[in-house]
């Protein structure tokens, strides 16, 4: 992780991480879920996932869980991807982020469009812009699927085109704060 050297950045352990209160961070503030590299990235807005822990011993890997529909254009690069990242914002930026969530990564390049400036690691993409990263080791992903749904109301409300999210779980392999 080059970047990682920058004074700009600063690695701090998960559980240290200033980020958790996951309502107002994720849901509130959104995110921006990235995949890819240098060679070729795309971003998306979310404001769907969970922060937590899960797997490994003791206390449990520190994961999250990010949900993408399957016409997403990132989901392509995600697919492919090993690491990914979840990148937070200062509240100046969710303009930004209302247009990366609304325009498609297919139809030309809306990170400029949208001012942003990419940051490539080894294996994934963040933003200069951004206040924190979480950047996430590819460990488990799956649909979500029909018959899963206790609650059958949720169905017609979130997906009357059958369209359900991939879930995707990652391990936070590292979380870089600015400082
Ligand atoms: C506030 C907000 C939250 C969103 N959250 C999600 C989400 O959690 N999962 C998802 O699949 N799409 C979500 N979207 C929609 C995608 O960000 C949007 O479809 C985007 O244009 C996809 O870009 P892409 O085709 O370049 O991947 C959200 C959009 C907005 C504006």
Redesign the pocket.
Known sequence: MEHNEQIRWRTVRPEEAQMLAPWRKIGGE?ML?TAGDGAGY????????HIGSLWGHGGGLPTAI????P?????EFLDRAGLYTLSFFPAEYKKA??Y???????DGD?VAAAGLTPVFGEGCTWFEEASLVLVCRKLYQAPLVEEGFVDKSIIEECYPHRDY?QMYIGEVVQVLEKG
Not at 42 to 49: F, I, R, V, Y
Not at 66 to 69: E, I, M
Not at 71 to 75: F, V, W
Not at 100 to 106: F, I
């Open positions: 959104w879920l795309n971003t998306m807005t979310a404001s769907w996932g990010a949900y993408v529909r016409q997403r254009y990132t989901k982020l209302g990366l969530g609304s325009h498609s990564g297919r809306k999210h």
